[in-house]
């Protein structure tokens, strides 16, 4: 009976607290880099997304353009703006010459029916349309450091990266057309002609709208990785 009531009493007593184990070295130094890499990740994050356009981009549009919006009118004004048409002088003027540097804006190319260059032209519309909206998202609602935010910045981004890829698009089926029809319009020319008057000034329409892809683009992924950054959170 004794050793019974012992048992008893010895199920019901509270057992005492076991003491915490201290952390050793190796387990602290697991949770400081548990501690880091969230906090690396966290900092990591945009905590605001906005998009400020490059002075190279602004730049460039500044230039391109005005030149664009001179090439559209002449393609599309054809045969007016070409050489004795009515329109031609004074504004198209130059393109006397680069019509015989570049066939498919000369007399040929329009007297055989090839409607590639006004197919052309005719995106060159919308891509200017569209840059243009971009510029006039951007300047209405910029803020004091020039970033645009929020739903008018990520239209206006959307815009200017979608008419770069259009631009650069354009640009090299313009370059593989002349390839895979043997160079026929601009086969001619001599080697300086060639690349002063052809590759130099067509060239610019590859490597600055390659820019503003990248650039633009960069700020898209910033959106998208903010946005995720939200949903997990």
Do not use: C
Request: charged residues 10%; aromatic residues 12%.
């Amino acid at each position: 009976m004794v050793s019974t009531r012992s048992s008893s009493v010895a199920l019901n007593s509270t057992p005492e607290t076991l003491p915490t184990p201290a952390k050793t070295p190796r387990s602290r130094k697991a949770a400081s880099r548990t501690t880091s890499s969230v906090s690396a990740s966290v900092s990591a994050a945009p905590s605001a997304w906005s998009h400020t356009p490059t002075a190279l981009t602004l730049l460039w549009l500044a230039v391109s353009l005005p030149l664009v919006t001179w090439d559209t009118g002449y393609v599309l004004g054809r045969p007016l703006t070409m050489e004795g048409g009515s329109l031609h002088w004074p504004i198209w003027t130059p393109y006397k010459l680069y019509g015989e540097v570049d066939h498919i804006y000369g007399w040929k190319a329009f007297n055989a029916g090839n409607g590639f260059t006004s197919a052309q032209g005719t995106l060159n519309v919308i891509e200017t349309v569209m840059y243009i909206a971009y510029v006039y998202l951007w300047n209405k609602n910029k803020a004091a450091d020039g970033s645009v935010r929020g739903r008018e910045g990520g239209l206006a981004l959307l815009l200017g990266w979608g008419a770069a890829l259009m631009t650069l698009s354009k640009t090299v089926l313009y370059w593989l057309n002349e390839y895979y029809a043997g160079f026929d319009n601009i086969g001619h020319n001599s080697l300086v002609n060639l690349i002063f008057l052809w590759i130099i000034p067509n060239g610019a329409w590859l490597v600055f709208p390659t820019y503003m892809i990248f650039s633009m683009g960069s700020d898209i992924l910033d959106a998208f990785t903010l946005a995720s950054h939200d949903k997990s959170e």
